[in-house]
């Protein structure tokens, strides 16, 4: 599930990810992912227009609406897993929205999460601004931290700031340190990660493919689909996820990504 204020850049961000991962699957110091086989994911007519657009230089218009992506996860060009992506507008998630109580079903029934933040309106000046996006950023946490709550299985949240590029380093330090108690939750994983998203440069698929890596965890320990995951690993998923776990380790190593490796 994807969820983010207006004008957080999750429409940017999801599109260039997704073209990204599609054309080239996970590329490392320039080198693209292979582990024997090439990891990549399905076609998806949607996002791979906002990724052109992206990619020719310009944002791609944000969704006012809310969709679902349903998308395929590639191993040397055979579907070893699926992926529905649901993408709530970006007003949805506040309490006066009609579609708040869709917001919530959703956190009860996915089984993860990628929220996204724009640090802009956390550095800014403006004091209203600011205010105002403090008051967001805790709006949706307390959303979140209330969904886990009424949740029967563990969930994976990812929080995503976006345009970090207008943050010097010692501003991010200063962002999770006052946000971090926030961006924790009592029965869910977490991880934070900070990224830009400036065409054509590829933003980083970190939180995405975190989230992949996950959901195989997921699905062998906590949907009872070993017999299902067995026949993947006789396809070789273990190998995959083996080597999404070393690069997500490579990437962003003070993360315990091994804690989600299947082991028989």
Same mark, same amino acid.
């Given at each position: 599930m994807l969820i983010g !204020?207006? !004008?957080a850049g999750k429409s940017t961000y999801i599109s260039a990810s997704y073209g990204h991962l599609y054309y080239d699957g996970i590329t490392t110091d320039t080198r693209r992912f292979r582990h024997d086989k090439d990891m990549t994911l399905s076609y998806n007519s949607r996002l791979l227009e906002k990724f052109n657009s992206y990619r020719n230089g310009y944002y791609p218009l944000p969704d006012a609406d809310f969709f679902r992506y349903s998308m395929d996860i590639l191993w040397d060009g055979k579907t070893v897993g699926e992926i529905e992506w649901i993408d709530m507008a970006g007003g949805d998630i506040f309490s006066t929205s009609a579609r708040q109580s869709t917001v919530r079903r959703n956190l009860r029934e996915c089984d993860a999460v990628? !929220?996204?933040?724009a640090v802009d309106n956390i550095i800014t000046h403006d004091q209203q601004k600011f205010d105002d996006t403090v008051g967001m950023i805790c709006e949706m946490c307390e959303l979140i931290e209330y969904e886990i709550r009424n949740r029967s299985r563990p969930?994976?949240?990812s929080n995503v700031f976006t345009k970090s590029d207008l943050a010097s380093q010692e501003?991010?330090?200063l962002i999770w340190d006052q946000l971090k108690e926030w961006l924790t939750y009592d029965g869910a994983e977490s991880i934070t990660y900070f990224t830009t998203c400036v065409p054509p440069e590829i933003p980083t698929p970190v939180p995405m493919v975190g989230l992949m890596v996950y959901a195989m965890y997921y699905d062998y320990y906590y949907r009872g689909l070993k017999d299902k995951l067995r026949v993947f690993k006789n396809r070789k998923i273990d190998n995959l996820q083996s080597g999404l776990i070393n690069y997500l380790e490579r990437e962003c190593p003070k993360i315990c990504w091994y804690r989600w490796r299947i082991k028989d």
């Open positions: !204020a207006p !004008a990628i !929220a996204f933040y969930l994976m949240v501003e991010k330090d």
